[in-house]
């Protein structure tokens, strides 16, 4: 059972290239969520989706884009990518409601 | 912007000691808390929820909420370096995403 899944795990960009991170989730989960982390500063959320179709902003929108066409994907595109991108970005899924969140392994972004 | 506080720690505690994680939620209107354990370089992994007053146990750990305090806790018994991780708590205030405190670093020492 994969879970939640997400490509690449580490990737390196210049500054102004743009890039997509993939998520797919195999849970039928109607949620799913983007989350970046950096050092010390817990996790914050950047987009969700709660269903095909249907996406939102979270705290820290800027400069990402989503879509969400399937139930099981759920990609992040960083369009002009900068120093302040690097982070750890993860996606995870849910049933929805008040229930928990399912992390991916996550992928290591330095831009640079 | 509703607040989840963790202390940031390090907590040091020594193995077969019990520790004891803290976190605080700014939103009376939350509904459901969860624990996480994060080891360096991996993902978050859920190891508890607590919707209701009260605690709520699974093995070596138990959960306590308090919701008139808001005020929900983690109690680790008989620690274990394997334990050594940090902790985020995550309150769910919506019901669509999880709002994460920035954790609290474990240091179980043998």
């Known amino acids: 059972n994969a879970g939640v899944t997400q490509t690449p795990k580490f990737r390196i960009l210049k500054i102004g290239q743009s890039m997509t991170l993939q998520c797919t989730q195999d849970m039928n989960h109607n949620y799913m969520y983007w989350y970046r982390q950096d050092p010390g500063m817990g996790l914050k959320l950047i987009y969700y989706?709660?269903?095909?179709?249907?996406?939102d902003k979270g705290e820290v929108p800027n400069g990402y884009n989503v879509s969400r066409s399937t139930t099981e994907d759920f990609p992040l595109r960083l369009e002009l990518a900068a120093p302040s991108q690097t982070s750890v970005y993860f996606c995870a899924s849910g049933a929805g409601g008040f229930t928990e969140a399912f992390f991916g392994q996550g992928t290591r972004l330095t831009v640079v | 912007q509703k607040e989840v506080e963790q202390n940031s720690g390090p907590l040091s505690v020594p193995e077969g000691a019990i520790a004891s994680l803290n976190c605080t939620y700014s939103d009376r209107g939350s509904q459901s808390f969860f624990w996480y354990r994060q080891y360096s370089g991996k993902s978050p992994e859920l190891i508890m929820s607590i919707y209701s007053n009260g605690d709520k146990e699974d093995g070596r750990f138990t959960a306590q909420l308090n919701k008139a305090s808001q005020y929900v806790s983690l109690l680790i018994r008989d620690s274990q370096p394997s334990d050594s991780a940090t902790y985020l708590c995550a309150v769910n205030l919506s019901g669509y995403a999880l709002n994460f405190g920035k954790g609290t670093s474990l240091l179980v020492t043998p």
């Open positions: 989706s709660v269903g095909a179709g249907i996406t």
